[in-house]
């Protein structure tokens, strides 16, 4: 909802809209580097996720209290700021807890509980816009309760097993990077290209209000997306682990090309609903997989400085993938945005294919 509320409530413009999620989520990505290398240094990954998701819970208020697009922009910042300290750690929990022909498994059943979760959220907001005017600003504070309930559940219900290592190396260093492998850096660059075209959300959320879905309905549009990508996610993973990541990847970014091809094309509230549902299917068929084809090419002591590597590669292009999405709306079309991330993630898929090549 905060997309809209920067433009309903603050009358935010969309270049203003693309610079705050650009600033917050390169923020996120930069960040889950060194957050991953430091958990790998230390040999201790829980208290770094407490610390990610703790800060996230309680800056939401800020939203609430907002008066201006700069105070959005704060709030935002350290939205994200709690995410680029926890995502790392906590990916990083997951391969170190999990056997090498489950992994694929076991992202997917992470990635279809965290959306399962995530499909309440929708659900109360549409109830709570109906009930209270569109309260934005009500629904910003108790957004702040589920938050809270999950930091104690954190740190109470997860036993991590401590990993400290007798003489700790610096993992950012060279001689420690190298021993990641070429395919590796290869996936590296296949998400640098893809992301590059992968601006926020807000702008399907603005597209989806443009083409005549209601303030109060728009959060069941991501219900759509949320059911289709809980239900794939899991069953993505098991298929991944017994016939290989790349071909699964590879399909989900071609969905991704052809749904930012209907959001540019779409001229009926139908159709947006289709496009959510298949973009459900893209995030379940990739973002699991992609975590665990990651997984399965680096050493233990690793983890958690390749899966911030990988968040500093989105980062790099996240703040002009939002800015470029803006300008290329405000300036040529609402079809422009779409169209460049489709192209690109074409680029992505060819880039991909050969690699899979390759290794044939």
């Given amino acids: 909802m905060l997309p809209l509320f920067l433009v309903s409530v603050l009358g935010a413009n969309l270049v203003t809209v693309g610079t705050i999620e650009g600033i917050a989520e390169s923020t996120a990505s930069i960040l889950k580097i060194f957050s991953g290398a430091l958990s790998d240094y230390l040999g201790k990954r829980k208290e770094l996720a407490i610390a990610g998701y703790g800060l996230s819970a309680l800056v939401i208020p800020i939203f609430a209290l907002a008066n201006s697009p700069f105070w959005v922009l704060v709030g935002r910042f350290g939205d994200r700021l709690g995410k680029g300290i926890r995502v790392a750690p906590r990916n990083a929990i997951i391969a170190d807890a999990t056997p090498p022909q489950q992994r694929g498994a076991a992202y997917g059943l ?22 209270s005017g569109q309260n934005f600003r009500l629904l910003f504070c108790l957004a702040t309760i589920p938050g809270m309930i999950a930091v104690s559940l ?116 139908w159709q947006i609903w289709s496009l959510f549902a298949c973009y459900g299917l893209y995030l379940g068929m990739s973002k699991g997989v992609l975590l665990a084809a990651i997984g399965d090419r680096i050493p233990a002591e690793l983890r958690g400085t390749a899966f911030g590597a990988i968040a500093l590669a989105t980062g790099i292009v996240m703040f002009p993938a939002n800015l470029i999405a803006g300008l290329l709306w405000e300036n040529i079309s609402y079809q422009a945005p779409f169209l460049f991330g489709s192209v690109l993630s074409i680029l992505a898929v060819l880039l991909l294919a050969v690699e899979m090549k390759f290794r044939d």
Avoid: C, H
């Fill in 110 to 131: 992470r990635q279809s509980l965290d959306t399962i979760g995530a499909a309440l959220g929708p659900l109360i907001a549409v109830g709570l816009m109906y009930v």
């Fill in 154 to 269: 954190l740190i109470f219900g997860i036993k991590e097993k401590s990993s400290i290592q007798q003489n700790p190396q610096n993992p950012l260093q060279w001689r420690s990077l190298k021993d990641l492998d070429r395919s590796y850096w290869i996936l590296l660059a296949v998400v640098l290209i893809f992301n590059l075209g992968n601006s926020s959300d807000a702008f399907l959320l603005l597209r989806s209000q443009q083409v005549g879905i209601s303030d109060t309905f728009i959060p069941l549009a991501f219900m759509v997306m949320i059911f289709t990508y809980s239900l794939s996610a899991y069953p993505a993973g098991v298929i991944s682990d017994r016939l290989g990541r790349y071909g699964l990847i590879l399909a989900g970014f071609i969905i991704y090309a052809l749904v930012y091809l209907g959001f540019a094309l779409a001229q009926s509230p």
